[in-house]
């Protein structure tokens, strides 16, 4: 079996995200699909991004945690 898995980052106008979002996905699943892949999931993926130069101190940056969704295809 193969997958695919796209990053899936809706954009929006205000008042609307949640149709425009499920618009977007159904046109990305829609086009997917009639190119022979099965739609699986939408997965939220988390990532942790280190801080740099130690916890404390002058430019110190902590770490960063950053959650995305990706849609999940197979074949």
């Known amino acids: 079996m193969e997958y695919l ?4 980052i809706p954009t929006h106008n ?4 949640l149709e425009s979002a ?3 996905l159904a046109e990305l699943i829609n086009t997917r699909t009639t ?3 099965h739609y699986v999931r939408l997965e939220s993926v988390t ?3 280190p801080g740099n130069n130690g916890c404390f101190g002058y430019g110190a940056t902590p770490a960063t945690t950053v959650v ?3 849609v999940v295809f197979s074949r």
């Open 22 to 24: 499920a618009t977007q």
């Open 14 to 17: 205000q008042g609307t995200a």
């Open 47 to 49: 990532t942790l991004i």
């Open 5 to 8: 898995v796209i990053p899936f």
């Open 68 to 70: 995305s969704q990706v």
């Open 35 to 37: 190119a022979g892949w």
